[in-house]
């Protein structure tokens, strides 16, 4: 079981070795001088609260009731629940944001894992490409869709000449495998030099004396991928995985913009029908419905993967950056 | 920079240099697919429209133009980068001016009540901005405000606060209790102390935080898209949505649109790479 020591001898090992040490006799000395009263944080917390968290209780609030947007809300009791549990077009979209999840993950995790653990070299030309790689990150969501719905044009985009190279018929947003799959691609060619980074800096904590331990035990390449690298960074593909999944639950832009949830109702995922439901057809207390369920869904699912892969466990996270 | 045992180099490497081959042509094909759609992008935009629709899109454009560009500069999108520009340069005011002190107090104070409020926040990473658009729809409409450039920077400056104070306490957390000390004796009270000390040396923390908090207002979409309804108001990002329908056939015009939403971004980016990649990789770095 190396894994389960594995945060220990990163906090032991890695760059922690600063304040550290320093820190906790002076946490005895409560009343030290020159130490700021909570109250400093009460600002940043009001507001915060105000447009963060009031609101989230607020959509909980609104998903009891019926509200078209201009009169006031009132209270259904559990009407829009019953009716989203009902709704076969929730229920597509459910299935369609789950396979969209899964989708992206599958493509983002390992594509992004080999190129962060590429990437942590030291060589110049890593550094280089790296920023190149970079490149999509910059771009808003929107452009991106724009971007990519005009390279996606049958009539005269890219893939009219690329796809049939390798079998793509260029109509590809008007199937409907091919939009969610389009879709999936799209999220991860932007976001896909997040993770890298992360899997980079995940990379680079793994202390050298291993894979020189493995080193002289024999292991070759492939081996310190599998027995060194993959069981250091856990915690790393936890954190890029509960991202993944939270990002891809929340995928709405790229939406709105290439498909419009089409062709029918084949990428209408989650968000996208929440929007459609709520600032569409003006049913802004089913749309709150809609969005409860989509955080609670989103928040039990990372809190699922932080306790699986007893992430938890860890405290004080980013020491030692 | 940590630099390396030299004696420990050999060993280390030379396994890596193995397995090479393999990561590089991966790297290259994953470069394809990264640049290949930003080339076309170029492309496109300095192609002239009746050719645009005839050509190969991955031939260079036989006869490069910038009209695209003059007809975009012409379609109002000035009116669109200042009002985007208003709504970064505030989201990043706002967020600084409230997450430092949030921060300092989260690494100063070890009471029960700033554990709390860091709590807070922790959890704050987890509301997805999709969630409250309904609820943040009634209370900016009730705060008189739908329709302004406040009713996008507010919420998105709230939405880049969570990883703010996150970034900014790890920043302060590498700061020495002597120094404190030392300026304690020196009979400093706490805001010289967080002025003197603590936000010159979490620099770094606070720039990668501005430049992020600036990217994500840049960049924000759905806030503006719910909350805001008029032309005079409308920012970068929903000015190409709309765009795309009125340019109709006129793709060329469009990705010149793309191309000059992102200018400043790129530029931002090449003076302050390091401070973005970093705070990234610090994410995952646990």
């Given at each position: 079981m190396t894994t389960v020591t594995t945060p220990l001898e990163k906090q032991r090992?890695?760059?922690?070795?600063?304040p550290r040490p320093r820190r906790r006799p002076a946490a005895?000395?409560?009343?030290?001088?020159?130490r700021p009263s909570a109250a400093w944080a009460l600002p940043g917390l009001v507001f915060f609260a105000l447009f963060a968290v009031v609101p989230m209780g607020l959509a909980v609030y609104l998903s009891f009731t019926s509200w078209d947007g201009l009169t006031s809300p009132t209270p259904v009791g559990f009407d829009n629940w019953t009716r989203l549990f009902g709704d076969p077009e929730f229920l597509q979209a459910a299935r369609l944001s789950a396979l969209l999840t899964v989708i992206s993950w599958l493509f983002q995790t390992p594509v992004a894992l080999l190129l962060g653990v590429w990437a942590a070299g030291r060589q110049r030309n890593r550094a280089v490409l790296s920023a190149v790689f970079?490149?999509?990150?910059?771009?808003?969501t929107t452009a991106i869709s724009v971007l990519f719905h005009a390279l996606l044009?049958?009539?005269?985009?890219v893939v009219k000449e690329i796809g049939p190279w390798f079998g793509i018929d260029p109509n590809i947003l008007g199937s409907s495998t091919g939009a969610l799959l389009t879709i999936a691609f799209v999220g991860g060619w932007q976001f896909m030099p997040f993770h890298t980074l992360i899997y980079q800096g995940g990379m680079r904590q793994i202390p050298q004396v291993l894979y020189q331990a493995a080193a002289i035990d024999g292991a070759g390449p492939v081996r310190q991928f599998f027995s060194i690298t993959l069981p250091q960074l856990r915690n790393t593909i936890t954190t890029s995985s509960v991202l993944m999944v939270v990002g891809s639950l929340t995928y709405f832009d790229t939406v709105l913009i290439m498909t419009k949830g089409g062709?029918?109702?084949?990428?209408?995922i989650v968000p996208y029908l929440m929007y459609r439901a709520g600032f569409?057809?003006?049913d802004l207390g089913y749309a709150s419905a809609v969005a409860t369920a989509l955080v609670v869904v989103a928040t039990g699912l990372s809190l699922l993967m932080v306790r699986f892969s007893g992430f938890g466990a860890m405290r004080s996270t980013r020491e030692g950056m | 920079m940590s630099a390396h045992p030299t004696a420990a180099r050999p060993a280390a490497r030379r396994p890596r240099r193995l397995g090479n081959p393999l990561a590089g042509a991966g790297a290259l094909v994953w470069l394809v697919v990264v640049l290949l759609p930003l080339y076309t992008l170029i492309s496109s935009s300095l192609t002239r429209q009746d050719q645009a629709l005839s050509g190969?899109?991955?031939?260079?454009?036989a006869d490069p133009t910038l009209d695209n560009y003059g007809f975009v500069l012409d379609s109002g999108f000035l009116t669109l980068m200042g009002n985007t520009a208003v709504v970064a340069v505030a989201t990043v005011a706002l967020v600084l001016v409230l997450s430092v002190p949030v921060a300092y107090v989260a690494v100063r104070t070890r009471s029960a009540a700033s554990m709390a409020v860091f709590r807070t926040f922790l959890l704050g990473v987890?509301?997805?901005?999709q969630a409250v658009v309904v609820p943040l729809y009634l209370l900016i409409a009730k705060m008189g405000m739908?329709?302004?450039l406040l009713a996008v920077i507010l919420p998105t400056a709230a939405f880049a606060m969570p990883v703010a104070v996150l970034v900014l306490t790890s920043a302060m957390r590498d700061i020495s209790e002597e120094l404190y000390e030392a300026m304690a004796l020196d009979g400093a009270r706490p805001l010289r102390m967080l002025w003197q000390l603590t936000v010159p040396m979490s620099r770094a923390g606070i720039s990668t935080v501005g430049i992020f908090s600036a990217l994500q207002a840049w960049n924000g979409f759905l806030f503006p898209l719910i909350l805001t309804q008029s032309e005079e108001q409308r920012v970068l990002t929903l000015g190409l949505f709309t765009f795309m329908g009125q340019f109709g056939l006129n793709v060329p015009a469009l990705l010149a649109a793309v191309v000059l939403s992102v200018v400043p971004v790129f530029t931002v980016y090449l003076f302050a790479r390091r401070a973005l990649t970093n705070g990234l990789m610090g994410v995952g770095g646990k």
């Amino acid at each position: 079981m190396t894994t389960v020591t594995t945060p220990l001898e990163k906090q032991r090992t890695g760059a922690a070795a600063g304040p550290r040490p320093r820190r906790r006799p002076a946490a005895g000395r409560r009343r030290a001088p020159g130490r700021p009263s909570a109250a400093w944080a009460l600002p940043g917390l009001v507001f915060f609260a105000l447009f963060a968290v009031v609101p989230m209780g607020l959509a909980v609030y609104l998903s009891f009731t019926s509200w078209d947007g201009l009169t006031s809300p009132t209270p259904v009791g559990f009407d829009n629940w019953t009716r989203l549990f009902g709704d076969p077009e929730f229920l597509q979209a459910a299935r369609l944001s789950a396979l969209l999840t899964v989708i992206s993950w599958l493509f983002q995790t390992p594509v992004a894992l080999l190129l962060g653990v590429w990437a942590a070299g030291r060589q110049r030309n890593r550094a280089v490409l790296s920023a190149v790689f970079f490149l999509p990150l910059l771009l808003s969501t929107t452009a991106i869709s724009v971007l990519f719905h005009a390279l996606l044009d049958p009539n005269f985009g890219v893939v009219k000449e690329i796809g049939p190279w390798f079998g793509i018929d260029p109509n590809i947003l008007g199937s409907s495998t091919g939009a969610l799959l389009t879709i999936a691609f799209v999220g991860g060619w932007q976001f896909m030099p997040f993770h890298t980074l992360i899997y980079q800096g995940g990379m680079r904590q793994i202390p050298q004396v291993l894979y020189q331990a493995a080193a002289i035990d024999g292991a070759g390449p492939v081996r310190q991928f599998f027995s060194i690298t993959l069981p250091q960074l856990r915690n790393t593909i936890t954190t890029s995985s509960v991202l993944m999944v939270v990002g891809s639950l929340t995928y709405f832009d790229t939406v709105l913009i290439m498909t419009k949830g089409g062709p029918g109702t084949d990428t209408t995922i989650v968000p996208y029908l929440m929007y459609r439901a709520g600032f569409q057809s003006y049913d802004l207390g089913y749309a709150s419905a809609v969005a409860t369920a989509l955080v609670v869904v989103a928040t039990g699912l990372s809190l699922l993967m932080v306790r699986f892969s007893g992430f938890g466990a860890m405290r004080s996270t980013r020491e030692g950056m | 920079m940590s630099a390396h045992p030299t004696a420990a180099r050999p060993a280390a490497r030379r396994p890596r240099r193995l397995g090479n081959p393999l990561a590089g042509a991966g790297a290259l094909v994953w470069l394809v697919v990264v640049l290949l759609p930003l080339y076309t992008l170029i492309s496109s935009s300095l192609t002239r429209q009746d050719q645009a629709l005839s050509g190969n899109p991955l031939a260079p454009p036989a006869d490069p133009t910038l009209d695209n560009y003059g007809f975009v500069l012409d379609s109002g999108f000035l009116t669109l980068m200042g009002n985007t520009a208003v709504v970064a340069v505030a989201t990043v005011a706002l967020v600084l001016v409230l997450s430092v002190p949030v921060a300092y107090v989260a690494v100063r104070t070890r009471s029960a009540a700033s554990m709390a409020v860091f709590r807070t926040f922790l959890l704050g990473v987890a509301i997805p901005a999709q969630a409250v658009v309904v609820p943040l729809y009634l209370l900016i409409a009730k705060m008189g405000m739908y329709d302004t450039l406040l009713a996008v920077i507010l919420p998105t400056a709230a939405f880049a606060m969570p990883v703010a104070v996150l970034v900014l306490t790890s920043a302060m957390r590498d700061i020495s209790e002597e120094l404190y000390e030392a300026m304690a004796l020196d009979g400093a009270r706490p805001l010289r102390m967080l002025w003197q000390l603590t936000v010159p040396m979490s620099r770094a923390g606070i720039s990668t935080v501005g430049i992020f908090s600036a990217l994500q207002a840049w960049n924000g979409f759905l806030f503006p898209l719910i909350l805001t309804q008029s032309e005079e108001q409308r920012v970068l990002t929903l000015g190409l949505f709309t765009f795309m329908g009125q340019f109709g056939l006129n793709v060329p015009a469009l990705l010149a649109a793309v191309v000059l939403s992102v200018v400043p971004v790129f530029t931002v980016y090449l003076f302050a790479r390091r401070a973005l990649t970093n705070g990234l990789m610090g994410v995952g770095g646990k």
